[in-house]
C-alpha cells in the first residue's frame, strides 16, 4: 500500500469527525456537507504539504475551520436577495451626461484653427505651462497665451456659453430636449 491510499484512508475515516465538527460550526446539514467537501477538496489538493507523521486530524480539522471562517466573512459582504428586492432598489446616477459634453467639446475642438486648437490642447489639457508650450510650438511668449485666449473664446462662443461651468449645464439640457 503505497503513501497516497494510506493518507486518503485515513482521511476518509475522519470524514464523519468531520462532519460533526462542520455541523457544530454551521447548523446545516447541507452547509456542514458542503463544507465537508471544500475542506476535503483542499486537503487532497495540498496534500503533497502535509507532512508525514503529524496530526492528519489535526491539519483537516484547521483546513475546515479556516474555510467555515473565510465563508463567513465572504457572506458578510453578500447579500441575500433571491428576489432581487434589495436590488431593484440600487440605483447609478447616469454616466451619458459626461459623454455627450465630451462629445461636443471634442466637435468644438475640430472646428478651431490649428494653432489655436494646439495651444489649448498644450496648456488646457496636457497641463504645460505658457513657456513649455511656446518652446514646443516653437513661437514668443505672447503668442501662445494669446492663440489659448482666442481658442477658449471661440470654444465657448462654438459651444454656446458664457463660461466654462455653462458648457456642461448647455448639453445636459440640450439631451433632455428643455434646451
Partial sequence: MDSS???????????????????????????????????????WSNRDKFEPGTNLRAWLFTILRNTYYTNVLRRRREVRDEQGEYASTLRTPPTQDWSVAMRALQTALQQLPVEHREALILVGAAGLSYEEAAEICGCALGTIKSRVNRARARLLKIMDAENATDVMALETMTVMGTA
Avoid at 22 to 28: C, P, T
Fill in 5 to 43: 491510499t494510506s493518507w486518503r484512508d485515513e482521511a476518509v475515516g475522519l470524514i464523519p469527525a468531520l462532519r460533526a465538527f462542520a455541523w457544530s460550526l454551521s447548523h446545516n446539514g447541507s452547509d456542514a456537507d458542503d463544507l465537508v467537501q471544500d475542506t476535503l477538496i483542499k486537503a
